[in-house]
């Protein structure tokens, strides 16, 4: 009978179908074949591998012979060799030991419930942890906790690198942020999305800054990033200078000096990651890097290590590809997007301005701060130099009447510091020059005008009325004299 006929192909089908549902299920929770290749050579910081074909960034495992494992990440190759570098200390390591790529990248789920692996190979890129749950948390560069408040449960996980930001849905810089600090609130105004240099020697007070910078800026979440620097300075700067009430909001990333170049770069790119995930959810970000200089000198080693040629004292030329690739993805987002609002200290060697990276941060940045020396030793606090310093987004951000307050200041701050000297040895004598004479009256409120105590806040709003009260209108045409 015809119907019979047809009810029993359409059972057969549905059979079939079921059958290769299954099929299709097993494969792709079943693992491939894992191939893997033999360490063939450890020279200082580098180590070489073959008889695996993996892409730049990718992670791998290498076997101790104790059971336990280093991880790594491939930074180069050469033929058929890939050049690793070590996420951990290489003790115990010994030759042909095994190396097998990593298997699972951390992904979040399309439903949102929890972390789920992906089949290996599908996403070799390395993805960290992200969230609100790392609000008041102490981490290192690979995410794991320093705190001891136990591990994180996070429901997202982000790439560490993520693609760069198309610079034509970026929303302009037009709204001041206040950072609590009057210098730089009125002379040095900072705009939501702006990217900020601190160019300082050592022992001059820029921890002190931007703690006073961390605790006041008027921001929804603050991520630290302490990179390269002195381990005793996390505890100190976590304690003393960001304190629990700033902790509360802030996620600090900390690869002290004495972690490996690969866990300080991956620390700097995790601390901005982090910022991006909180701006992309609508939050106004600060993000304090410290420092800029020590990402450098990081990427500098592993450069060096695979073979890369030096051109600027010392300098590969990946590092100063590599400065711009990290920094740019700082700034303000889309139209109903975040800001992340940077601060990036850059340490000067000697005090010279002219350093390598010292110059090619200044020319990427959108404006620098630099401490002095000479002011610190004056006991001058917050040391900042006016007369080096600039904001390149000021004109957009204040009002023509403000900038001419600026203006008037900087111009009679500078007047003295050129006559200083001849001030000081009395061979000048008052009625020669009327803008002098201004600038020699009003230079102990100016000097007051610049400093400020750690503890003190100074908003914007105020900032702005203590400087339009140094100047009244019958004293500004002096200046032009």
Known sequence: M???????????????????????????QTNPVLVSGRLTRVAGLVMEATGLKLAVGSGCSVELPNGSSVDAEVVGFSGDKLFLMPANDVYGLVPGAKVVPVEIAQTPPRNGGGIHPR????????????????????????????????????????????????????????????????????????GRGQRMGLFAGSGVGKSVLLGMMARYTSADVIVVGLIGERGREVKEFIEDILGAEGLARSVVVAAPADTNPLMRLQGAAYATAIAEHFRDQGKHVLLIMDSLTRFAMAQREIALAIGEPPVTKGYPPSVFAKLPQLVERAGNGSEDGGSITAFYTVLVEGDDLQDPIADSVRAILDGHIVLSRTLADQGHYPAIDIEASVSRVLPNLVSPQQLELVRRFRSLYARYQRSRDLISVGAYSSGHDLALDQAIQMQPQLERFLQQGMRECQPYAGSVSQLTALFPPEILPLTDQ
Request: proline letters at 8%.
């Open 119 to 190: 089949r290996r190979g599908s996403d070799r890129a390395k993805h960290i942890p992200v969230g609100d749950a790392l609000l008041g948390r102490v981490l290192d560069g690979a995410g794991r906790p320093l705190d001891r408040l136990g591990p994180l449960v996070c429901a997202h996980n982000a790439p560490l690198q993520n693609r760069p930001f198309n610079p034509l849905e970026r929303m302009p810089i037009t709204h001041a942020l206040d950072v609590g600090v009057r210098s730089i609130n009125a002379l040095l105004t900072v």
């Open 2 to 28: 015809p119907g019979s006929n047809e009810f029993a192909f359409a059972q057969r089908s549905e059979r079939w179908r079921s059958f290769l549902r299954d099929c299709n299920e097993l494969v792709t």
